[in-house]
Structure formats: structure tokens, C-alpha cells
């Protein structure tokens, strides 16, 4: 975002491109600072006189909005968010193949000084009886997906694909150099395989990549048509989530984060020498996508993964009732005093107001910058 500062830019409201009628982001002195936080775990920094857009009635066909001072809030206020649905892409820097590759390599991969390593474990393949491996269709199809992927990349003369660990069946590698250098250029670093502002700042084709290798890795359909169906990825990095919430929110898929599904503790695990031993376990996560969320992503990112893009077609293609239609809404949780600290504004042509980590809020006002953007 501190590129902005001093630069013209084109904001997107609800989907729509509206430049700027100031050059870009201007500070506007030191201020104090609230953190917003929404119960479906999206935050929001800014001071407590920023105006932010509060539903103040439902109507049976709509609703009446009001803009309201962050400090006036109260908990179980119904704030609105973005619609990005009419937004259909926007440029940027990297491929949807190379989005595809980091997010492998963010999910299962391992990436050091001199290369990066994407493994597929197949958990759902079985062995035969003459010693031989029979791959699950969902892994074939990430692999596919994967080396069309590298292949698409610059690539040594005898880059040969995946190749399978011998010694332990159904765990599949594939090293390209490409892949290295991309995860450098974005911020990962070896041991530090997340999702970075520089990511946040790429093409929507990218983003699309990068969200259907995480899920792909990582995520999976759950539930029924009876008690509904959901897409969740679990993961102990909420961080990350929060990062991969306002990722989906620009594509036009919400998403509600469940915070803690495990707590932290201590719990008798394998100690990988066939016996088991008491280990300090983290907090675990869970960010979900319900209601017609899941035909926005399956039309949007979906997945590689044969079986779980044949679960998630089945289980919309099954859908006797109309599934519930998002109201693009999040309600308050609290307000946080997080320090003082340098702010900043900008103005905005027409409608006056702009994105921030998918709220709706006034551009008269002031707010920190975070590092990934608005």
C-alpha cells in the first residue's frame, strides 16, 4: 500500500472501478487506533471517527444503510461488505499456472536456498498385492495439473516430473527451479511458506491458482444436502487464513472463519519410532464457505482434485432447495485499542468510499496502511 502514497489509483467498490481524486493515499497526522474485529473473523484497523457502512434496518426486499463512526459500533452490528461478483478480473503480475504452483508449495511443499520441492501424499491410493501403488483419481488430478503447470515455466532440458519416494508409496515430489525464484520474488522464504503481501498484490488469474492449490492441498467438501454442504480448510496459521479470507472476498466468495477449533493443549501423538509421546499442540483453525459461496467458488477457483470437484458438483447439482443467497454482511465482535500511530486517507471519485480487507468504509476518514493493500 505505501506504493499508493502520492499515486493516483483505481479503487474497486462492490465490483466497480473508481479512480481516485486525490493522488492517492496522503497522511493525515498520528493518531489513536481501533482494531474491528467481525465475528466471521475479518479485522479492520482505523481510527475510532472512521466512518463505516452499518445496516440499520432489513426490508423484505433489501436493506437501509447508514454510515456510522467505527467508535459508535456496538457488538452485533451488521456491517457490510464488499460485492465484488460484477468484477471479473483485474491485471497484474503472474499466471494462473504460476498461482497454482505457489499454492502447492504453500500447502504441502518445501522450499530452501536452492530449491523448491511440491510433494503430493496420496492418503486415499492403496497398494496391490504385487507391491505395486494404485494412485486415487483426486491425486492423479493434482499431479496432472501440477507438472502442466511447471511445464509451462522455464524448465532445465531433463526436468522429468514427479517422482515417486520409493520408500514410502504414495508420496510423490517434484522439484523445479522456477519455482524458487518465483517463491522468492514473492517473499516466501525457506521455513516461512505463507501467503505474503506481495501475493495479495498479484492478478486475479493468480489469485485463482493460488487458492485452488491450497484447497486442493489442504481443503475438503463436507456435509450433506440435508444439513448443507460446506468447502473448509483447516490450518493452525490463522494469520494466513485471515490473509486467504480477504483473498476469496475479492473474487466475490465470503467466507466465515472458526476460530480455535482445537485449543491449544498437549495431546499423545506418534513419535514416528512406533510408539507414541505427549507433544504441545497448537490452536487449530477452520475457514468454511456455505450457501451459494460454493457455486461462486467452484465457477471461480474450484478444484484440480477430481474427487473433491465431484463431490462439490454433486452436492450443488443435488440441491432440491434453493441455497441461502449471501447478504454480504459481517457482524461486529469488538473494538480493540491497538496504540497510537501515523494515519492516512484518500478520496475517491463518485462514491467516496473504498475497500478495506473487505469492508465497506467512507474515504473521509483515516486509517493505518497495512502492508498487502486495500
Known amino acids: 500500500v505505501r506504493d499508493l502514497l502520492g499515486e493516483p489509483f483505481v479503487a474497486i467498490v462492490d465490483g466497480r472501478p473508481y479512480p481516485t481524486d486525490s493522488a492517492g493515499f496522503f497522511v493525515t497526522g498520528t493518531r489513536p487506533v481501533l482494531r474491528l474485529r467481525t465475528v466471521e473473523g475479518h479485522t479492520l484497523r482505523l481510527t475510532a471517527d472512521h466512518p463505516v457502512l452499518r445496516v ?11 454510515w456510522t463512526k467505527a467508535g459508535a459500533l456496538k457488538p452485533g452490528d451488521k456491517i457490510v461488505l464488499h460485492n465484488h461478483r460484477g468484477l471479473a478480473r483485474w491485471p497484474g503480475r503472474y499466471t494462473e499456472a504460476e498461482g497454482y504452483l505457489i499454492g502447492l508449495l504453500i500447502g504441502s511443499g518445501t522450499l530452501e536456498l536452492d530449491q523448491a520441492m511440491i510433494s ?18 483426486g491425486a492423479a488430478g493434482i499431479m496432472r495439473a501440477a507438472e502442466e503447470a511447471a511445464r509451462s515455466l522455464p524448465h532445465r532440458a531433463d526436468f522429468r516430473g514427479w517422482q515417486a519416494v520409493l520408500e514410502r508409496r504414495g508420496d510423490d515430489r517434484m522439484v523445479v527451479g522456477a519455482v524458487r525464484e518465483l517463491a522468492m520474488s514473492l517473499g516466501l522464504r525457506p521455513g516461512q511458506t505463507r501467503l505474503t503481501p506481495e501475493i495479495e498484490r498479484a492478478s486475479s488469474d493468480f489469485y485463482r491458482g493460488v487458492l485452488r492449490g491450497l484447497f486442493d492441498i489442504d481443503g475438503s467438501v463436507q456435509g450433506a444436502q440435508a444439513k448443507g ?7 493452525t496459521d490463522l494469520g494466513n487464513l485471515e490473509t486467504l479470507q480477504r483473498m476469496l472476498l475479492r473474487l466475490g466468495v465470503v467466507s466465515v472463519i472458526e476460530r480455535e477449533r482445537r485449543a491449544a493443549g498437549r495431546r499423545e501423538l506418534p513419535n514416528g519410532k512406533g510408539g507414541t509421546a505427549i507433544v504441545a499442540t497448537q490452536p487449530l483453525y477452520a475457514l468454511v464457505i456455505s450457501g451459494d459461496n460454493l457455486m461462486r467458488f467452484a465457477e471461480c477457483i474450484g478444484f484440480a482434485d477430481s474427487e473433491k470437484a465431484s463431490r462439490l458438483n454433486g452436492a450443488l447439482g443435488s440441491c432440491r432447495r434453493e441455497v441461502n443467497r449471501e447478504r454480504f454482511v459481517a457482524t461486529l465482535a469488538a473494538l480493540e485499542d491497538e496504540g497510537v500511530e501515523e494515519v492516512y486517507d484518500v478520496r475517491v471519485s463518485e462514491v467516496h468510499a473504498f475497500d478495506a480487507n473487505g469492508l465497506y468504509v467512507h474515504n473521509c476518514a483515516e486509517q493505518p496502511l497495512p502492508p498487502y493493500g486495500c
Open 56 to 66: 440499520s434496518r432489513w426490508e423484505r426486499h433489501g436493506r437501509e444503510t447508514v
Open 229 to 235: 454442504v460446506s468447502v473448509r480448510l483447516t490450518q
Open 120 to 137: 503430493v501424499r496420496d492418503s486415499d491410493g492403496h497398494q496391490q498385492a504385487n507391491g505395486g501403488f494404485v494412485m486415487s483419481a
